[in-house]
């Protein structure tokens, strides 16, 4: 029993080493909202989608996820979505950032935000 349990913990940690060296040197830009009391359901369901669509627009854009926070430490400051895009280094990043469809997201959703909260990092090990 022991030796299966060793080898499960052998399998299951080699993806995940290889996954964190496939990554080190890439910038996460860390993207967190809080909505005006008056943003509709429908209002933020257009959001998270014209957001998550930035990715086929903007080639930098190595990948994207998001979700809600569900932290029961209250430590938010009313932020309840939070978004996460990798980039290949700070350059594709800066490169993103003025990006008119970056720009045009911004636009057309930015009036429903009444607070946000940007953090970058490059990835280390």
């Not at 940690?13 to 943003?39: M, Q, W, Y």
């Not at 957001?51 to 086929?56: D, K, M, S, T």
């Not at 996460?84 to 429903?112: C, M, Q, S, V, W």
Request: with cysteine; glycine share 8%.
């Amino acid at each position: 029993m022991k030796k299966l349990v060793a080898l499960l913990v052998l399998i299951l940690t080699i993806p995940a080493c290889s996954t964190l060296e496939h990554n080190e040197g890439k910038l996460r830009h860390v993207v967190s909202f809080k909505f005006k009391p008056d943003a509709t359901e429908q209002q933020v369901a257009a959001l998270i989608e014209g957001f998550e669509g930035l990715q086929n627009e903007i080639p930098q854009i190595l990948s994207f996820e998001w979700g809600q926070n569900n932290s029961p430490e209250g430590f938010d400051r009313g932020m309840t979505h939070v978004f996460l895009l990798t980039f290949e280094n700070e350059r594709a990043r800066d490169e993103y950032l003025p990006h008119p469809a970056h720009k045009a997201f911004g636009d057309t959703h930015g009036g429903i935000i009444e607070a946000l909260v940007v953090v970058d990092y490059t990835i280390n090990q």
